[in-house]
């Protein structure tokens, strides 16, 4: 073989690049080994091998960039797996939140949310799962939760709706599937959309199907403490072809043109040209014809690169997550005077996004002790998210309906936290934790 600038030698550098970083993977991305004590264990990260480098590098050397030929593929096997028609990836799980509910918000919907309608979501929430409803000039309806579940409260749904309702945005928090079939009944019988956060729950299913298939819309994360990771990213699903091409156009701008990489210069329309605007009397170009009032939340080539072979591996990154699940909640299970452990709906097989724990009002200890206990022997702990949103100095003052009281909320503010269940924890892992817990509990004189 010369050094002939050819396909055939572009192709043999490829090759070689690939294995030199298939054998550079081995050596720098190597881990370390356990020091129980020693090593931080982290409640969530990135799992990769070199197969995320190669398809990330492969991607640079095709130096597509923007959205193309990788994020087209991650979408129609994201949809596959979940079971969704339509999937538009975006740059984060927020981006998707803001995008699904700016989707209703359209003008191009029979009936969109229009300024001060209401949407019921949970008080014990992540941020970004209210604001597009303010951004939006909507109102939230804050309904308590269960702690346990962390999820809404369903039984509290009935007492939330008002003349003004029109939605109901529910997370499955942590990964842990919310009733949904009473939250699509709920919506069914008022006429209400129903957006599901799925952010912490890709993989986890409810009643055989899967978590982010049952609404109107779907959102996911990708961020690295996610079940799959592309660095940031995000999507938006739903089985609405109209619904989709609006979320399509909030995400791209505005504008109403919905070719993709693969379309003809002049539009998979063939009439890219020819586009009305009402009393404009000449037609104008549909790339710059603009339906919405849109953002720019794409996601790259670059980013889809890593998801894909991240979606390969996602079926043991739920089996690896269930299993450190099952681990954690056997060995805590002698705790339960002083730990209220996870609770999940009989009908729900959560693919868990961590493990969640509230310390007891009348436990001799306070959450505050446990976590420094833990973190002072390098065991990652979290408070679950906001606690309760309306205690976040953004979001005191935000206009909202409170539709009961939301005690359980505050039980999560003041007692809940989680640890790590993800795919990176391995037995010599989750049996140092168990023995930290145990040290924690003699040293209390509770055992
Ligand atoms: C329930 C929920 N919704 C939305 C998000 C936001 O996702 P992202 O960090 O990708 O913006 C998160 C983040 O962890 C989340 O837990």
Redesign the pocket.
Known sequence: MTDEPTPARAEMLRREILDKIAEYYRIAHLPADFVPGETFVNYGGRVYDERELQSAVEAVLDFWLTDGPRTEAFSARLGQYVGLKCILTVN????A?LVALTTLCSRQLERPLLPGDEVITPAA??P??VAPIVQNWLIPVFVDCRVGTYNLDVNLLEAALSSQTRAVFV?H?LGNPVEIDVVMDFAQAHDLYVIE?T??ALGSRYDGTYCGAFGHLS?F???P??HITTG???AVGTNDTRLYHIAHSIRDWGRDCWCDHKSPRDGECRQRFDWEIPGLGEPYDHRYYFTEIGYNLKMTDLQAAIGLPQLDKLPDFVAARKHNFAVLYEGLSRYTDYLVLPVWSPKADPAWFAFTIAVREDAPFTRRDLNDYLRMRKIETRYL?AGNILRQPAYRHIPHRIATPLPETERVLKSAFFIGVYPGMDDARLAYILQVFEDFFTGQGLL
Do not use: K, L
């Open positions: 984060s799980g927020s981006s939140n929430t992540f970004t799962t997370p928090i956060d952010c912490d959102t994360s990708f961020y403490a996610h940031e990213g995000g998210f």
